[in-house]
């Protein structure tokens, strides 16, 4: 397995663009592009950061495998397969700008903005969307402003809402039969049309502890991005206990002396979307992209 990439092969690529956690590059096949998982922690809008060695490596194996799962139970991803530590191959979309947050217990923005007690569970599953745009904050927004302004279209909001939900009830066991609760979790999808101009709605981007709010089922303790954002440990033990509980790490871990060890991690099998492989799509169209109002 590649380990390492040098900043000069890095640089041959064409980069398409660079956010707080990602760097996504074309891909070295038609209609794809190459996610690398930087080391890089990041929260209150960029005021607080810090390099986090082993960071981008498990949230790279992280999310291969939720995504394989998910595949499995029939929800479409855009994950093809892990390339190495830090890369993986996925389907090039034409995104939606719309975050889909799933919340399941009372924590973060929403225990601010409302006054309620962390912890408290929901009566049911509680579905938020925000406008993806991290100048403005990523603000939160209501359908209605989803419609209006042309980021979605009524078919494609209950599709996405419907599989937002199967994603919720898959992971919610998933990590309860690992003795972890799932709080909430941010998705994000993108449009891809089918071999005869059918329109799939795909699930993309990651699903990882910088997504995801995940809680230790009988401690409570917080494995996610809230240990960097809240000081609550280091945050690569909580990210390395999640591997190892989805059986992704050996039982020792993937850092030694605050590095990644490498006879470890030679040792890690490639994870290989082969579902998603046998659908059969065309590239993107392109499409007009609504103006911002």
């Given at each position: 397995?590649e ?7 890095l ?10 956690a990602?760097i ?5 096949e038609?209609?794809?592009i ?28 992280i999310?291969?495998h ?19 530590m830090?890369?993986?191959?996925t389907?090039k979309?034409e ?15 929403l ?8 912890g ?12 993806k745009?991290?100048a ?18 009524p ?11 199967r994603?919720?009830?898959?992971l ?15 998705l994000e ?11 799939y709605?795909?699930l993309?981007d ?29 945050l690569?033990?909580?990210?390395q ?9 050996p ?19 490639d ?12 590239a ?10």
């Amino acid at each position: 397995m590649e380990t390492i990439r040098s900043d000069r092969l890095l640089a041959k690529r064409n980069k398409l663009y660079e956010g707080k956690a990602k760097i996504i590059y074309d891909g070295p096949e038609p209609g794809t592009i190459v996610q690398y998982f930087k080391d890089d922690a990041v929260a209150l809008n960029g005021t607080k950061k810090d390099i986090v060695a082993g960071k981008g490596v498990l949230n790279n194996r992280i999310s291969s495998h939720i995504m394989t799962r998910l595949e499995g139970v029939g929800i479409p991803t855009h994950f093809l397969h892990s390339m190495n530590m830090r890369e993986q191959l996925t389907r090039k979309l034409e995104m939606i700008p719309v975050e889909i947050v799933v919340r399941n217990i009372v924590a973060g923005s929403l225990s601010k903005r409302l006054g309620l007690e962390e912890g408290k569970y929901l009566p049911k599953p509680l579905v938020e969307f925000y406008y993806k745009d991290d100048a403005l904050g990523n603000p939160l927004i209501s359908e209605d402003h989803i419609l209006t302004f042309g980021w979605a279209d009524p078919y494609e909001m209950e599709e996405i809402v419907a599989m937002s939900l199967r994603v919720n009830d898959y992971l919610s066991g998933l990590f309860t039969g690992i003795g972890l609760k799932l709080v909430d979790f941010k998705l994000e999808f993108g449009r891809l049309w089918g071999e005869y101009d059918e329109l799939y709605i795909i699930l993309a981007d990651e699903i990882t502890p910088d997504t995801c709010r995940i809680w230790d089922a009988q401690t409570g303790e917080k494995l996610d991005k809230d240990r960097f954002l809240y000081d609550l440990g280091d945050l690569v033990e909580g990210y390395q206990e999640i591997a190892k509980r989805l059986g992704l790490i050996p039982e020792g871990g993937l850092m030694k002396e605050g590095e990644i060890n490498e006879d470890v991690a030679a040792q890690l099998e490639d994870i290989e979307n082969e579902r998603a492989r046998e659908r059969k799509f065309k590239a993107v169209k392109t499409a007009k992209k609504p103006q911002k109002s």
